[in-house]
């Protein structure tokens, strides 16, 4: 009730309403549950102040992709526009109708390999004819999903967890007091994914955080989001029983994907808005570094095998590449995390990031014995 509240006062906006009961709706609502179990620790989590996260999470009912973390009357929020669960869904559905991805799942045998609907990448296709008024029908499904049941489920599967990379992303401007920090600062404590919106209230905005600042905070979410999902595999914790079916390689994999593939996607809603969203938020070449170099620096708390696994997700996107040719390639992604200079350029925000993090200590909510 009372996100409702906050998105019908503080946005103008609805919320998107999702049931278990309801087949439109019930993967909405299985990715924030699972989000919200992932979450219960915060509950009894407090800052130093000792105040509580008091957590509100929901979608917002909105066309654009987006997502963002607020507080409002004492409540850390962590919110979704319900068009980027559909989009990511869509992407990650295309997937697997490619034989080549991740073939140990079902009769990849079964899937035709197309390509996406007027070459438009999937998830922005969804966008683009559901703004012109159209309704996804059986041509569009036959299309773009894949054939085989077990890969059909699979790709449903990792839409989830690349939902989950968006919430865990904005539970950590929550928890590591990101908001709190922006909002101590008399700047604007909404934190957005995608610069501006169309459910941005009207009337004098308090600042935004500086660019260095913002861009720091964001490296900071990914690096939380990114461990946190791949230690929900190590640590067998997965709550979405069909994830956790998978054996540890299979979902540790997924989860890397979803990962990689959600930082590539939001760059095409980026292009997709034509909106620069580079004064607030990273390149998305540096926020994959980051996600790189964080997988670097914690393999041996993630354990030696997840340097092969990472090794066998970036040849995955060659599987998709052939359909949708802007896509990563593994030979850059390679060359990437070789690259000296764009590793340097990541390391040229990390005096700020410690400096940060130092300040953060008062903000941020850990769980107390
Ligand atoms: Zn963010």
Redesign the pocket.
């Known amino acids: 009730m009372a996100f409702e509240e906050f998105v019908r006062k503080e946005l103008g906006a609805t919320t998107f309403a999702t049931s278990l009961d309801d087949p439109k709706t019930q993967l909405f609502h299985l990715s924030r549950q699972s989000f919200e179990d992932l979450s219960a620790w915060t509950k009894d989590a407090r800052n130093a102040a000792g105040e509580p996260v008091a957590l509100l999470s929901g979608y917002v009912d909105v066309m654009r992709p987006n997502a963002f973390a607020d507080r409002w009357q004492g409540h850390q929020i962590v919110a979704m526009n319900s068009s980027l669960f559909a989009a990511a869904s869509e992407f990650a559905l295309f997937c697997f109708t490619q034989p080549s991805f991740f073939p140990d799942i079902g009769d990849p045998s079964k899937e035709t390999g197309p390509s996406p609907i007027d070459d438009r990448v999937p998830g922005i296709w969804l966008l683009d004819y559901t703004a012109g008024g159209g309704h996804v029908g059986d041509a569009h499904s036959d299309q773009v999903i894949p054939k085989d049941t077990d890969r059909y489920f699979a790709g449903l599967w990792l839409g989830q967890l690349m939902a989950r990379f968006v919430w865990l992303?904005?539970l950590a401007?929550a928890v590591n007091g990101h908001v709190n920090y922006a909002g101590r600062n008399g700047l604007s404590t909404r934190?957005y994914?995608l610069p501006m919106d169309a459910i941005e209230t009207s009337g004098p905005q308090p600042m935004p955080l500086d660019p260095e600042t913002s861009k720091c905070?964001?490296f900071d979410?990914d690096q939380s989001a990114f461990y946190g999902s791949l230690n929900i595999q190590k640590h067998d914790i997965e709550n979405i029983e069909s994830i956790a079916a998978f054996d540890r390689p299979t979902r540790t994999q997924l989860a890397l994907f979803a990962a990689y593939a959600m930082i590539w996607l939001i760059e095409q809603f980026e292009g997709w808005y034509s909106a620069n969203a580079r004064d607030s938020h990273p390149e998305p070449s540096l926020r994959l570094q980051n996600l790189f170099r964080t997988l670097a620096t914690t393999a041996d708390e993630l354990g030696a095998e997840i340097v092969t696994h990472n090794s066998m997700v970036i040849d995955a996107f060659d599987a998709v590449q052939a359909a949708i040719p802007k896509l990563y390639v593994a030979r850059d992604l390679r060359a990437r995390i070789q690259d000296a200079e764009l590793m340097d350029a990541l390391k040229a925000y990390d005096p700020r990031l410690d400096v940060l993090k130092a300040e953060l200590k008062t903000d941020q909510f850990s769980a107390r014995p």
């Open positions: 992303h904005e401007h934190l994914e905070l964001e979410a």
